[in-house]
């Protein structure tokens, strides 16, 4: 496959070939249709019931559902001096196999990501090596002229970690939180919070067991710091996106506050509680933590009723070796990429979630609050991100051929039903079949085009 010049547009890859994506269903919002997608120089000329391929490459889609390109907006790739964890290309490899077209990283690497010399770096070395499109995100910082200059080399939001900020900050200081907020108002580009207050932890932690080092960071610390952000966002014009939300208090307080308020949630906080610490251990060690069976159903249940934005992985890749360091020291974090959409088809299947809640959730909703225009939806027009799924399919999740570095997962042995069959990028088929058959760096490097 030749690697196409890429553009810095938003910076989007285009393919001078065209696809044909035959006889595929397609949700047309009240069902399923038959229809046909064409994909010409990158966007989808047209869908409808009549396949002309005008000489077009023809993908049979005989007995799948063609979904929009998912969109993860949580993602971390890893590469520079944590290459070793994951990389652009395998990350990359990992999203296109889990059906995802688009993916936003973020800014915690080594070096990280708080500085626009460092983000446009970060831009250039990406472009060489992902399969999938990928935009960045950038860590908040308390220097006002800065975030206006992140807005402007493209970062998507601007990441604050609560627990320990990655660029210098205040954390502590509810005026640092309102200025952050008015300055990113002021440059276009939301906020993104990791939302645990730490100052409301209880004395000292004992980390003898996974267990211990959950029950350390209780589900106070989340209530807490969303109520610190949204009383700050109050008077403040700037979008917040809660990341990883694990309580269904959370995403009603979100619901309740303003229009500029965003939340997500990921798999394993919406299918797994916090009683697999004792058996998984390290496989299930994340911050935040795994929460009570109680807490995870009120989660869950909130999330089919309309109130959770966004369903996103959080995939955060490591070595085993890291891992198995014992409570003390194992990394938080598991990678996601390719296990989201089949645990989410898999609820479909047994009736817990809605189609048309699955397509908000991982692809609309992301499109919509991160200004990925064009992306999302199939519509002609569009850019021709397609995944294209079987419904019907068993499989067992085995982490041991993942494509991500991170050969575990907390799902290992899972039955789930519904699989990806094909990932189409831009018109490019990236994924098909159980192979990688797009090359590194024919995906595209995404620069924010969000409007003030």
Not at 84 to 103: I, M, R, S
Not at 109 to 124: A, C, G, M, N, Y
Not at 298 to 306: I, N, V
Not at 401 to 409: D, E, L, T, V
Request: charged share 25%; hydrophobic share 40%; net charge positive.
């Amino acid at each position: 496959m030749v690697l196409q010049k890429k553009r810095a547009e938003t910076a989007q890859g285009s393919s001078d070939r065209s696809l044909l994506v035959r006889d595929a269903k397609i949700w047309i919002g009240k069902g399923f249709s038959k229809r046909s997608i064409l994909i010409e120089n990158g966007r989808i000329a047209k869908i409808g019931r009549r396949a002309d391929s005008r000489g077009a490459r023809v993908v049979d889609a005989s007995g799948l559902c063609a979904l929009p390109g998912l969109i993860d907006v949580h993602v971390h790739l890893r590469d520079l001096q944590l290459s070793y964890k994951e990389d652009f290309a395998t990350g990359t490899a990992a999203a296109a196999a889990g059906g995802f077209t688009t993916v936003l990283d973020m800014p915690n690497t080594i070096p990280p990501t708080d500085s626009p010399r460092l983000l446009v770096e970060k831009q250039e070395l990406a472009s060489k090596r992902v399969r999938v499109n990928v935009g960045f995100h950038a860590a908040a910082t308390s220097e006002d002229r800065r975030i206006e200059e992140l807005a402007r080399a493209g970062a998507f939001s601007l990441k604050l970690y609560m627990p320990k900020p990655i660029a210098p900050f205040n954390v502590e200081r509810d005026a640092e939180l309102r200025r952050l907020m008015k300055n990113a108002g002021r440059a276009g580009i939301p906020v993104t919070v990791h939302a645990e207050e730490m100052r409301a932890s209880t004395g000292p932690v004992r980390a003898d067991s996974f267990k211990q080092l959950a029950d350390a960071r209780p589900p106070l610390l989340e209530t807490r710091a969303v109520e610190r952000i949204t009383e700050a966002q109050r008077a403040v014009p700037c979008r917040v996106h809660f990341c990883h939300l694990t309580l269904e208090s959370s995403l009603q307080r979100v619901v309740a506050g303003s229009s500029r308020l965003t939340s997500e949630a990921t798999p394993h906080h919406l299918l797994l509680s916090a009683r697999l610490l004792e058996t998984l251990g390290w496989r299930a060690w994340m911050v935040p933590p795994l929460r009570s069976e109680t807490h995870r159903q009120a989660l869950l249940a909130a999330t089919r009723s309309g109130a959770l934005d966004v369903v996103a992985s959080d995939h955060a890749p490591h070595t085993i070796a890291e891992k198995k360091r014992g409570p003390r020291n194992s990394p938080p974090g598991v990678p996601g990429l390719e296990t989201t959409l089949p645990l989410m088809l898999t609820l479909i299947n047994k009736g817990l979630l809605e189609f048309p809640r699955l397509i908000q959730l991982l692809a609309s909703n992301p499109a919509k609050i991160f200004g990925l225009n064009s992306r999302g939806a199939l519509r002609p027009g569009d850019h021709g991100d397609v995944v294209l799924v079987d419904m019907k399919k068993r499989s067992r999740i085995d982490s041991s051929r993942f494509f991500s570095k991170a050969k575990y997962s907390p799902f290992d042995g899972l039955e789930t039903r519904g699989a990806v069959v094909s990932t189409i990028v831009g018109g490019r088929l990236v994924y098909e079949n159980g192979e990688l058959v797009g090359e590194e760096g024919c995906g595209a490097v995404l620069r924010s085009r969000i409007s003030r």
